[in-house]
């Protein structure tokens, strides 16, 4: 599995599991390969078979959610990342997979309070710091995001996400400099992310660069032709700047 010979190890679970039919052990790492090669429903046949032997493990409780959370079955995910948690408080991945979709399903309050939960237990977990950060942005505390963003990207300084949506929650708050400095510190690794540059475009706009602007929005439409927002950003600086040639031409 770790070689990603996926079928070869196929073929090993299933004399595994045909050798030692009530071995939960096996019935779970094979239910998670059976998910990596998106055979969701024998997945969750063999992990079902695996929580009937061994109720009282969290881990393998997760491991169901996350298969129900590739079937697309969010409800019932949710259920079952509650009980892995409920079994397992050490579990931090769970609070992590739960926040997301409690958030999934319009639940964004419910969803921070996981998060902070999984916190308690590991306060530098980069993505439970990052998902809070997204929740707190989604509801207006742009300052509050930037503190989780910036805690994030502490475990994880590299990290394109963190620094994308730390660029824009800096922006929110007037700071188009500090905005600036961190998208180009994004693209100085990834010269052709195309959302950077769309957010540093947009945050040169705010600053009255309108040549820069536009070569940036152009930049990443040169990346990603099909990237609308980008687009729509590029006509509606050329609108309000009352270009409306370049605007019709865009």
């Given at each position: 599995?770790?070689?990603?010979?996926?079928?070869?190890?196929?073929?090993?679970?299933?004399?595994?599991?045909?050798?030692?039919?009530?071995?939960?052990?096996?019935?779970?790492?094979?239910?998670?390969?059976?998910?990596?090669?998106?055979?969701?429903?024998?997945?969750?046949?063999?992990?079902?078979?695996?929580?009937?032997?061994?109720?009282?493990?969290?881990?393998?409780?997760?491991?169901?959610?996350?298969?129900?959370?590739?079937?697309?079955?969010?409800?019932?995910?949710?259920?079952?990342?509650?009980r892995a948690i409920?079994?397992?408080?050490?579990l931090v991945p769970?609070?992590?997979?739960?926040?997301?979709?409690?958030?999934?399903?319009?639940?964004?309050?419910?969803?921070?309070?996981?998060?902070?939960?999984?916190?308690?237990?590991?306060?530098?977990?980069?993505?439970?710091?990052?998902?809070?950060?997204?929740?707190?942005?989604?509801?207006?505390?742009?300052?509050?995001?930037?503190?989780?963003?910036?805690?994030?990207?502490?475990?994880?300084?590299?990290?394109?996400?963190?620094?994308?949506?730390?660029?824009?929650?800096?922006?929110?708050?007037?700071?188009?400099?500090?905005?600036?400095?961190?998208?180009?510190?994004?693209?100085?690794?990834?010269?052709?992310?195309?959302?950077?540059?769309?957010?540093?475009?947009?945050?040169?706009?705010?600053?009255?660069?309108?040549?820069?602007?536009?070569?940036?929005?152009?930049?990443?439409?040169?990346?990603?032709?099909?990237?609308?927002?980008?687009?729509?950003?590029?006509?509606?600086?050329?609108?309000?700047?009352?270009?409306?040639?370049?605007?019709?031409?865009?």
């Amino acid at each position: 599995t770790q070689m990603r010979k996926y079928p070869e190890a196929a073929k090993t679970y299933r004399v595994a599991a045909s050798l030692e039919p009530r071995n939960p052990e096996i019935l779970n790492n094979f239910a998670v390969l059976l998910k990596l090669r998106e055979q969701t429903d024998e997945a969750l046949a063999i992990v079902n078979r695996a929580i009937r032997l061994a109720p009282e493990r969290g881990d393998i409780c997760y491991n169901h959610a996350n298969i129900l959370k590739q079937a697309g079955n969010l409800q019932d995910a949710a259920i079952w990342y509650r009980r892995a948690i409920s079994l397992d408080q050490s579990l931090v991945p769970a609070y992590n997979n739960l926040g997301t979709m409690l958030e999934k399903l319009g639940k964004p309050d419910e969803a921070e309070t996981v998060y902070r939960q999984g916190l308690a237990i590991d306060p530098s977990h980069p993505t439970l710091n990052y998902n809070l950060g997204i929740v707190q942005d989604q509801t207006g505390r742009s300052e509050d995001a930037e503190n989780s963003f910036r805690q994030a990207l502490r475990s994880r300084p590299t990290w394109s996400d963190g620094l994308n949506n730390l660029g824009i929650v800096l922006q929110k708050q007037g700071r188009e400099d500090e905005s600036i400095d961190v998208l180009n510190r994004l693209l100085e690794r990834e010269p052709t992310n195309p959302q950077a540059k769309n957010n540093l475009a947009f945050a040169y706009v705010k600053q009255g660069n309108i040549a820069e602007a536009e070569k940036h929005y152009r930049d990443a439409l040169a990346e990603d032709p099909k990237y609308t927002k980008a687009l729509l950003n590029l006509e509606q600086m050329y609108v309000d700047s009352g270009d409306y040639s370049s605007a019709e031409m865009s």
